[in-house]
């Protein structure tokens, strides 16, 4: 579970899909720089990615909550926000 510090001062990265279309967050990242990405699973390739805090994610979508841990480099999907995480 995210830490309130962090829900109230962690920036992460997501797309206007999510953000502004309430599209359900299909894929996310913890990039090896510790950065987060939280998308909808469309390519967003050359897009520029909203930066939000984290509890914004959150609200959207509490379930990415079970991914607090989520390692470095590792990275999670699911097919529609009704199916179980996959990591790899």
Same mark, same amino acid.
């Given at each position: 579970? =995210?830490? =309130? $510090? #962090? !829900? $109230?001062?962690?920036? &992460?990265?997501?797309? #206007?899909? &999510? /953000? =502004? =279309?309430?599209?359900? @967050? !299909?894929? @996310?990242?913890? +990039?090896?720089?510790?950065?987060?990405?939280? /998308?909808? %699973?469309?390519?967003? +390739? %050359?897009?520029?990615?909203?930066?939000?805090?984290?509890?914004?994610? &959150?609200? @959207?979508?509490?379930? &990415?909550? !079970? /991914?607090?841990? /989520?390692? !470095? %480099?590792?990275?999670?999907?699911?097919?529609?926000?009704?199916?179980?995480? #996959?990591?790899?």
């Amino acid at each position: 579970m =995210y830490t =309130y $510090e #962090e !829900l $109230e001062t962690v920036y &992460v990265f997501t797309c #206007e899909d &999510v /953000l =502004y =279309y309430s599209e359900p @967050i !299909l894929y @996310i990242y913890h +990039a090896d720089d510790g950065n987060w990405l939280y /998308l909808c %699973g469309r390519n967003h +390739a %050359g897009e520029d990615a909203p930066c939000v805090f984290l509890k914004v994610i &959150v609200r @959207i979508d509490p379930s &990415v909550a !079970l /991914l607090a841990d /989520l390692p !470095l %480099g590792k990275q999670a999907k699911r097919a529609s926000k009704n199916d179980p995480w #996959e990591i790899f």
